[in-house]
């Protein structure tokens, strides 16, 4: 490696050299000028990658493709120790006693590109433990066997220390063995009736051509054996679910498929022992081959959506530390291995793992997952602390209650769990439509039958019916919908938002009520700096002052305070004698006078702001009032929402003052605010009425986003909520969420275009077949000609969704 | 035009061993990922050269 060849630190100065992120304060390495880094993590990577031989990474990483957006590295904290204890092996490792090893799979964090493969796996060239190692990067899951006696916590800190952070898997072997299963089998029906259909084909082309006498029979017959395969096996599905449905007492799409191509096949079978060349062996295995194809491709475009949802469902186990009275120490575990009355340790920025009480120590903590509200609560010893809010200030030591689906957070997991399963399937247009069609189909065909039965004989009646069956088949509508679906899925999540479902779309078309969460979805969910007033005429450098004593904060006002002035470029003075009155504020000297700053009493509250002073000696010299601010984006999007017919609701664990203000900044009438809402309260509000869509965050949304029609969690979203919502949002804001409903609406309107052509072609079909003018070499005409229009016009899209594909890949 | 009588079952015979291969395949699991291997066939399969990664150097 040349020094020439690192373009990616000339390219731009600013660019941090391991993430490409804009460098905002410089991280750098003492010895090294000419790489700059936008926080420690990076630049612990960075070194780690040089000093191990593999800064070839970069390299590729400039060359090679990448799949998502990046972001920068947290630094490691964890040992990952709690991965040596036997009950963490017993569930998450595979053991091989041949090979002596054992293997582990992994979720990793940040998994984005080209290199990332390569680094990955190489590993087993920078760790003897490592006997192999193997990246999905689809998934983000990484499979590493290793030597048995081989320590895990050493390869999972090796891992993290990449910059990649693992979350062990459980071993769920028998469901991903069915999954695989099925995705061969449904891979091997496509691949088998492709082959046919194009034999089948290649005969009947020379049937229509004119072949004749001995030559006729004899292609009559192959093409026959040729389609059996397809008839027997590759279209077994549609069998099953026609049965299936048939017996519930459901019209279905597959029905009238299943019949055409049980009928057409017997008839087919008679023609051919009679000596006549009549069969539609070749638009029927055409059919089943189109058919299998485009199911298959929005089954694949659902996957990834469930996928990275999936994704999300493991950082809620952690590790934490459990104090041993036999060592007299606290233990690495990992948190799903707590029980009752353990006594643990949470630091500072972790979060609470279990229920329980707080039995040593005193920190503000984060509880807006569960309540809501914004500000950070003080927790005592003796108070209650909740499993899924955060630490934010000290290290506490609490007692454990309450653990997994006991806790607070566990019991709306389970609810969430039960009502998905319960949640009703939705009765799209398209099943309305054709359901409509195929009892009209059975009917016509009914009709058919008896009218040229009597004027014309039987055998006339029954070749009519059969080529009405086959022409109006509804191949256009049971092909084209899934494309059309499968491609907005795939568009939504090239923009950053992953549906889980493909009937989320025409839900967001339908919804009439949108509810907003406050806190982290309208708002930032942090506060900042909202009013600056110095009362002081006196030249003191005021900002200076409160960044330098705001550094070593670290209640979350003080914090939020110093990063909103570091992304300012504020500069720092040296502070001496530098104090934290716990829950009040700070105070240290600079040049030589003493400064303060504290929170101030009621007679300074402005309106709706909390309010913090700097106070020289005596006298306040600068007011700040802080508030969450909203969302730049958030009035855009309540404006385009009253444009499309819905009305805006906001619903929030918050108090009302906050809840108004933030109403009345976008508008939103006084009657649709809902606050103080707790989570239960929310899903009972979201449960009383219907057609409508919930946008939220935090696990207090949790439930209501599984009960509403549509639950769109944003980014930064809690996992609970990601496992709650059929829609998430992954690029920061809401700004995506207009995307998401034009996108919808475009979509919808697509498919119902594509209704009407095929409507179009089985009138003439319909009309044609029962007087006689069908004949197979028509059908074999005319129906790819129905697909392939509703294909162009799938395919070729509206307006709009052109303009987007165009926006998106510019973005990209 | 008796030749087709040798012709056709070798077109088909060539087509079955098409299907069987591609059978043979998703059973083998080729078709299960197919995102990674198109990526992992970009990457030279050179064992790590430390020689000239220090980072200090760079």
């Known amino acids: ?812 | 035009m008796s030749i087709i009588y040798i012709l056709a079952p070798i077109a088909l015979f060539l087509g079955l061993f098409g299907v069987a291969a591609f059978l043979w395949a998703v059973n083998k699991g080729q078709f299960d990922d197919l995102e990674t291997p198109a990526n992992r066939m970009l990457i030279e399969d050179e064992p790590i050269n430390k020689k000239n990664n220090k980072g200090k150097e760079l």
Request: charged letters at 20%; aromatic letters at 8%; proline letters at 3%.
């Open chain 1, 1 to 812: 490696m040349e020094r020439d060849n690192h373009t990616y630190v000339t390219e731009s100065s600013l660019a941090c050299s391991h993430c490409g992120e804009k460098v905002i304060s410089e991280f750098k390495n003492l010895d090294d000028n000419l790489h700059v880094f936008c926080c420690s993590g990076c630049r612990a990577v960075f070194n780690i990658l040089s000093s191990k031989g593999l800064s070839e990474y970069y390299e590729l990483k400039q060359k090679g493709p990448t799949f998502r957006a990046r972001s920068p590295i947290k630094e490691v904290q964890e040992s990952y120790r709690y991965m040596d204890s036997k009950e963490f092996e017993e569930e998450f490792a595979n053991y091989d006693s041949t090979t002596k090893t054992k293997s582990v799979r992994f979720y990793l964090e940040g998994i984005h590109c080209l290199a990332c493969l390569w680094l990955l796996e190489k590993l087993p060239e920078i760790n003897r433990d490592v006997k192999s190692s193997r990246l999905d990067l689809s998934s983000s899951v990484f499979h590493v066997t290793v030597d048995e006696k081989s320590y895990l916590s050493n390869i999972a800190r090796e891992i993290a220390e990449l910059g990649y952070p693992p979350h062990p898997l459980s071993s769920n072997a028998d469901l991903d063995a069915l999954e695989t299963k099925e995705n061969r089998k449904d891979l091997s029906r496509i691949g088998v009736s492709a082959f046919c259909a194009m034999n089948i084909m290649l005969y009947s082309v020379s049937l229509y051509g004119g072949a004749s006498g001995a030559f006729a029979s004899k292609f009559g017959w192959t093409t026959f054996f040729l389609s059996l395969p397809v008839m027997l096996y590759s279209a077994i599905p549609f069998y099953k679910n026609a049965w299936s449905t048939l017996k519930k007492g459901i019209p279905s799409i597959d029905q009238p498929v299943a019949l055409a191509l049980i009928v057409g096949t017997i008839a087919g079978f008679i023609e051919l022992l009679q000596g006549k060349n009549e069969t539609y062996f070749d638009s029927l295995s055409v059919l089943v081959f189109l058919l299998l194809f485009s199911r298959y491709i929005l089954k694949k475009a659902q996957k990834k959506g469930l996928d990275s949802s999936l994704a999300g469902s493991f950082f809620g186990n952690s590790q934490t530390r459990r104090w041993n009275p036999d060592k007299g120490t606290f233990e690495e575990i990992y948190s799903r291995f707590l029980k009752k009355s353990d006594l643990i340790k949470v630091m500072p920025g972790e979060i609470f793992p279990a229920d329980g009480v707080m039995t040593k120590g005193e920190t503000y903590a984060d509880l807006s997952l569960l309540s809501g509200e914004s500000t950070p609560q003080q927790l005592n010893v003796n108070q209650n602390v909740f499993s899924g809010t955060t630490n934010l200030t000290n290290p506490v030591e609490m007692k454990v209650d309450f653990t997994s689906h006991e806790t607070r957070l566990g019991k709306i997991l389970e609810k969430i769990q039960t009502d998905r399963s319960e949640k009703s399937p939705l009765l799209t247009t398209v099943d309305k439509f054709s359901h409509k069609f195929i009892i009209s189909l059975f009917i016509l065909s009914a009709i058919v039958l008896a009218i040229n039965w009597i004027l014309l004989g039987a055998s006339t009646a029954i070749s009519r019916t059969l080529s009405l069956i086959i022409v109006t088949c509804p191949c256009a509508l049971a092909l084209a919908t899934p494309l059309a679906l499968s491609r907005s899925l795939n568009l939504a999540a090239k923009a950053g938002i992953i549906i889980k479902s493909f009937d989320v779309i025409e839900r967001i078309v339908r919804a009439k009520k949108i509810f907003f969460d406050k806190t982290g979805t309208l708002t930032y969910g942090t506060l900042s700096i909202d009013t600056w007033e110095d009362l002081t005429k006196i030249d003191v450098p005021t900002k200076e002052i409160i960044f330098s004593l705001e550094k070593q904060s670290k209640h979350p006002v003080g914090v939020s305070i110093y990063s909103q002035l570091k992304e300012e470029g504020t500069n720092e003075l040296p502070v001496t004698d530098f104090f934290e009155h716990a829950g009040l504020g700070v105070s240290g000297t600079i040049n030589g006078q003493t400064y303060q700053i504290k929170k101030l009493d009621q007679n300074f509250k402005q309106e709706n702001l909390n309010t913090v002073g700097l106070f020289r000696n005596d006298d306040l010299l600068t007011i700040i009032g802080l508030k969450d601010s909203l969302r730049p984006e958030a009035r855009d999007l309540i404006g385009k929402i009253r444009k499309m017919n819905k009305s805006p609701y906001i619903v929030s664990g918050d108090n009302d003052e906050n809840v108004s203000r933030i109403g009345s900044e976008l508008g939103v009438n006084r009657e649709n605010l809902y606050s103080n809402y707790s989570p239960e309260e929310k899903h009972q509000l979201v449960s009383s009425s219907e057609d409508l869509i919930m946008i939220g965050d935090g696990a207090n949304d949790a439930m209501a986003l599984q009960k509403s029609d549509v639950g769109i969690a944003v980014s930064g979203s809690v996992e609970v909520s990601l496992r709650a919502a059929d829609v998430y949002i992954t690029t920061p804001g809401i700004k995506s969420i207009s995307n998401l409903m034009e996108l919808s609406s475009e979509t919808i309107k697509l498919i119902k275009r594509n209704l009407i052509i095929s409507i179009f072609y089985n009138l003439i079909g319909a009309t044609a077949a029962s007087m006689g003018f069908i004949t197979p070499l028509t059908a074999a005409i005319l129906m790819p000609i129905s697909s392939l229009t509703v294909l162009y016009s799938t395919i070729y899209g509206t307006g709009w969704l052109r303009r987007w594909i165009k926006t998106t890949e510019v973005t990209l």
